[in-house]
């Protein structure tokens, strides 16, 4: 078991965070970006529920420092070869939305995206090529990391 506080939640919450201090400090756009951005975060759970459940159904892991024991392709992998990640993207988006500090949401996600990439997407990538190799290999041809 890994003890760590490096886990993608935790980025997301001080992201999260941030964008909630912008909003208080510059709050800047109109209200009715509250709802839009409410509906986000409600997509962004959706996807990724659906993406946890797919994974646990086909026996593998949802821990980023995990082993994977299968190669999960269907359900919302076939959009996305990360809609975890993508998920976590759409709430911070909605939530920076929902906070009054949209202008901002470009650069938060564009930041949140890039460090999520190098802590746990390179690294998740690398695992499931040296598990899985051809199938891998076929999976990143035809779908892309993020949408």
């Known amino acids: 078991m890994r003890l760590t506080a490096d886990y993608p ?3 997301l919450a001080g992201f999260v965070a941030g964008a909630w201090g912008l909003g208080r400090v510059l709050p800047a756009g109109p209200g009715w970006l509250v709802w839009p951005g409410r509906v986000l975060v409600l997509l962004g759970l959706l996807l990724m ?6 994974m646990l159904a086909a ?14 392709t269907h359900g919302p992998f076939r ?6 990640y993508l998920g976590d993207l759409v709430i911070l ?6 906070f009054g500090a949209w202008i901002a949401a470009p ?3 564009w930041l949140f995206a890039r460090i999520v990439t190098t802590r746990f997407i390179a690294p998740e990538e690398a ?3 040296q598990a899985f190799p051809l199938q891998f290999a076929q999976f990143r ?6 949408i």
Do not use: E
Request: aromatic fraction near 6%; glycine fraction near 6%; hydrophobic fraction near 45%.
């Open 9 to 11: 939640p935790i980025w």
């Open 49 to 54: 529920a659906w993406a946890a459940v797919t």
């Open 59 to 72: 026996r593998t892991t949802v821990d980023p420092h995990g082993s994977p024991q299968a190669l999960v």
């Open 79 to 84: 959009l996305s070869r990360n809609p975890i």
């Open 93 to 98: 988006v909605g939530l920076s939305l929902s």
């Open 107 to 109: 650069a938060l996600g």
């Open 127 to 129: 695992r499931l090529a």
């Open 141 to 146: 041809a035809r779908t892309r990391r993020w």
